[in-house]
């Protein structure tokens, strides 16, 4: 296998590394004196400790392996610990509404009352809500979303607002980083794909005056960190290269999410927004969150 091929390879150069290093006039010199059959012999002269010159030089492919097991090693830990959780009880909120009946709200803040749109702002607003809930979950016709031609909803606003040219969310980071064992181990950027494979999208159903349930399907997510291993002044020796990089992924397919959502809303804010921004699509995201308690 490759793993198996990986690791012999290293072994390999770990072992030819150590011999090249190993300082053999040293030990050719005293071979006669600890030799019993040879006239030379002194017994008393104790044989000494292999000496090597330098230090071991890792090439990229040995780094990249130290790190593959170091990868390997972290998620057998995660299995392990996700399997030991499985075997005990855990205490975790899944009624939809615990959200809502642990919400406490500011006697002098009115909140948006979800249940009762048509009483507050008329008949407009839980008709411009279930054009949302309709545009999400229905398929549409577009250019390039997809091969067929159609796409969900829920994928065309999601690649508008929040999705690069790639269909990928990126996240960069200047400055976040870790100093271990002689080296400096910094992310650079996280990237999340296949947030636009949604296949299902019945979203924002309202099930309490500010909770929605929400059921979605993806076809597969991957996310992927880009890291930069830097080797410190004390590591500098045992690394051909300044530096190296290194690329983790990790990817799910068929995933399906089933989860509430509390949204309390400020109706002094959202009575601000103008009823042109609800009925554009791509717009009523931002402006909804502008009124956000």
């Given at each position: 296998s490759a793993l198996r091929l990986h690791a012999v390879s290293f072994?390999?150069?770990?072992?030819?590394s150590y011999w090249d290093r190993l300082e053999t006039d040293h030990l050719l010199a005293e071979a006669p004196l600890s030799c019993p059959h040879h006239p030379r012999y002194n017994e008393s002269v104790t044989p000494s400790d292999f000496v090597f010159s330098g230090s071991t030089a890792l090439t990229r492919r040995a780094t990249e392996t130290v790190a593959m097991f170091g990868v390997i090693a972290i998620e057998v830990?995660?299995?392990?610990?996700?399997?030991?959780?499985?075997?005990?009880?855990?205490?975790?909120?899944?009624?939809?509404?615990s959200g809502q009946l642990s919400l406490e709200i500011p006697s002098s803040t009115r909140i948006l009352d979800w249940t009762s749109l048509e009483a507050n702002f008329g008949e407009w607003a839980s008709t411009a809500l279930d054009s949302v809930r309709k545009y999400l979950g229905q398929t549409t016709e577009v250019n390039k979303s997809?091969?067929?031609g159609i796409d969900l909803g829920a994928n065309i606003l999601v690649r508008n607002l929040f999705l690069d040219s790639s269909g990928v969310f990126a996240l960069t980071f200047d400055d976040l980083f870790v100093e271990e064992l002689g080296l400096r181990i910094s992310l650079g950027k996280i990237e999340i794909h296949?947030?636009?494979?949604?296949?299902?999208?019945?979203?924002?159903?309202?099930?309490?005056?500010?909770?929605?349930?929400?059921?979605?399907?993806?076809?597969?997510?991957?996310?992927?960190a880009y890291f930069n291993i830097?080797?410190?002044?004390?590591?500098?020796?045992?690394?051909?290269?300044?530096?190296?990089s290194l690329v983790l992924t990790f990817g799910m397919k068929n995933i399906e999410l089933?989860?509430?959502?509390?949204?309390?809303?400020?109706?002094?804010?959202?009575?601000?927004?103008?009823?042109?921004?609800?009925?554009?699509?791509?717009?009523?995201?931002p402006c909804l969150f502008s009124g956000i308690h």
């Open positions: 072994l390999e150069e770990i072992v030819w830990a995660l299995v392990v610990t996700a399997k030991s959780h499985l075997l005990r009880p855990v205490d975790l909120p899944t009624d939809p509404l997809s091969t067929t296949g947030l636009d494979s949604m296949t299902k999208a019945d979203t924002f159903n309202i099930i309490a005056p500010q909770t929605f349930k929400h059921h979605i399907k993806f076809e597969s997510l991957s996310v992927k830097l080797p410190l002044a004390s590591m500098m020796k045992l690394f051909h290269n300044d530096s190296e089933d989860f509430a959502s509390l949204i309390a809303f400020d109706m002094d804010r959202v009575s601000e927004i103008e009823l042109g921004a609800l009925l554009e699509i791509e717009r009523i995201i």
